[in-house]
């Protein structure tokens, strides 16, 4: 059985925490596309940590992990990530991790041009998480990238390093008139770091799909949300991946593999970190009561969050280009103590009611359309049955599954592994 988790809105849902919890039917959990941009949050019995690279299954006993084809692996933090965690006692070891031998390598002159870029644009700048990722998955496409399969055979990596520099130079020496990177000591950095990562470097879709005829579950887990998906998201406010579940096989290395079932993770209300288009923002002192509520602070960059109220219109779109079966709801606990609590059911364009996510240029343009529904005035995060759940609070769930056109299996309530409702 092969299930995809994946974010509906603009990333930081909680997948981290519904994996965590999730994972406990499954035997293999896969990450399937991005880098160490991601900053999955857990917190569990053995304590709270946060995942950049490694899927949030590693804290399970049981699981094995997956790092798919389709991910870009920056193998110092991949070090200093799996060094993190055997420190808290985590086990780490070839049979619990497998990375795929097709994944891409992260380079160290990938985050340095990242940050010239990023410093080039100044205060045009992006939002850029500066750990290089549009820079590799770019070299990916150009054919000018490591494998991770390449580290098996450091000698011959090690003959391939020079041209690439070379070529590389071209653009970090030559245009932004920094330093030029020197081959040898990218050839000493992946001699360091890629010889103590050999041995977990092996054909993940021969893995997989042994594992699928055996009738093992295998659960995809999908960093950032629809709406950071480089071809369906806010480009160019994107990521440089496709997070959708429908590239899931593909990342994980089965394209062979069809997915049984994809469960989307949506937020009770809205999050968004960088730039870009967030048609229903909240500003002020109402944006900064939610933010706190919400600790909502960048997991991999600390950053505060852009915060706003439900956009079923956004949601809606990302459910859609999911192909969302049912949708765990997180953070419903958040809205708690509020008298009213709005929702953005449309977005208006020069006075025309929209109802479809639109094109992103025309999303400078929209205004959100807020509508108001009753809150509840009591803390939630005790609840464990639906029955548990204030009546406005069912309301809310109700609305939004009306809204989204989709079914909520699960609500959260909570950030621990126990808190949360099965519907
Ligand atoms: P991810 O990248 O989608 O995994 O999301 P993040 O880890 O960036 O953000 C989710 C944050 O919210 C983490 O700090 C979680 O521990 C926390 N969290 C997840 N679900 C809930 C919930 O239902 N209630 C509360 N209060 N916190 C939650």
Redesign the pocket.
Known sequence: MLTSIV?INW???????MVDLLSKDYDIVCRYQGGNN????V?NERGRFILNLLPSGILREGVVCVMGPGMVIDIKHLAGEMARLREAGITITPENLKISDRAVITMPYHVQQDCLEEARLADKKFGSTRRGIAFVYADKYMKKAFRMGELQNLDRLAKRVPDIVEWKNLTIANAYGAEPVQAEEMIAYLKEYGEPLKEYICDTGLFLNEAQRQGKKIMLEAQLGALRDLDFGIYPYTSSSNNIAAYGPIGAGVPNLKLDKTIG?MKAYSTCVGEGPFTAEYFGEKAEKLRKAG?EYG?ATGRPRRVGPFDAVASRYGIRVQGADEIAL?????LSGHEELEICTAYDLFGKKLTEFPFTDVLDDCKPVFETVKGWNCDISACRKKEDLPKEALAYIRLLEELCACKIRYV????ERD?YIEM
């Open positions: 974010g990333g930081d849902e909680g997948k981290g925490r991601a900053g999955h949050t917190i993770i600790g997991a997180t953070k419903l606990d958040i959260s309530v909570g950030a808190a």
